[in-house]
């Protein structure tokens, strides 16, 4: 059960992209389409971005969208936006009802 | 509208224990798997558990097996987590969270547990 691996920190622009990697194994990201993205600002809970590597839940900006290949998955955000700053965790399932988060990557928006 | 409130934490001695509970509410609690996750300070998401929506079915972490254990209530909407052998490690925040399919679709806002002598 070893975290994923994400960058520690981001940065970019308003109105610039950034993408997020998650790195994992085959025994995670690289069998499963179950790869989730998830937005934490400062002493609130986290909120789904991404679910099932590329779906956005309803409400989510399309400003947000995933991906994957092999054992990497990806989370890219376009026209960055100041409220877009925060850390963003990956997870995935990981076999016999297990799921394994990233440590998180600090995105600032300059 | 979609619900999770944690209760229960607080501030415990290594080797006692504590129950965690979340409550639940806007949506049919039975039809849902659930997790707890727990945030230890200045920190990232660590996955603890999760129990089937029938309560037939758990899985835990390493570090917590042998130790926790998750239950739920469906007829009381509530799901819990029972913690044994408490150790300063396991100082956290702990959400308990819906299962969206293979995500996790919604959260509670958190209940900190301080394990220190």
């Known amino acids: 059960q070893s975290a994923l691996t994400q960058p520690a920190s981001v940065s970019g622009s308003p109105g610039q992209s950034i993408t997020i990697s998650c790195t994992g194994t085959s025994s995670d990201v690289g069998t499963y389409n179950y790869v989730s993205w998830y937005q934490q600002h400062p002493g609130k809970a986290p909120k789904l971005m991404i679910y099932?590597?590329?779906n956005r839940p309803s409400g989510v900006s399309n400003r947000f969208s995933g991906s994957k290949s092999g054992n990497t998955a990806s989370l890219t955000i376009s026209g960055l936006q100041a409220q877009d700053e925060a850390i963003f965790y990956c997870s995935s399932y990981a076999s016999s009802g297990t799921r394994v988060f990233g440590g998180g990557t600090k995105l600032t928006v300059l | 509208q979609v619900q999770l409130v944690e209760s229960g934490g607080g501030v415990v001695q290594p080797g006692t224990s504590l129950r965690l509970s979340c409550a639940v509410s806007?949506?049919?609690?039975?039809?849902?798997?659930m997790h707890w996750v727990r945030q230890a300070p200045g920190t990232g998401l660590e996955w603890v558990t999760m129990i089937s929506y029938d309560g037939t079915s758990t899985y835990y972490t390493d570090s917590v097996k042998g130790r926790f254990t998750i239950s739920r209530d469906n007829s009381k909407n509530s799901l819990y987590l029972h913690m044994n052998s408490l150790r300063p490690e396991d100082t956290a925040v702990y959400y308990c969270?819906?299962?969206?399919?293979?995500?996790?679709?919604?959260w509670g806002q958190g209940t900190l547990v301080t394990v220190s002598s």
């Open positions: 969270a819906r299962d969206g399919n293979y995500d996790f679709d919604y």
């Open positions: 806007g949506f049919t609690f039975s039809d849902y798997a």
């Open positions: 099932d590597v590329t």
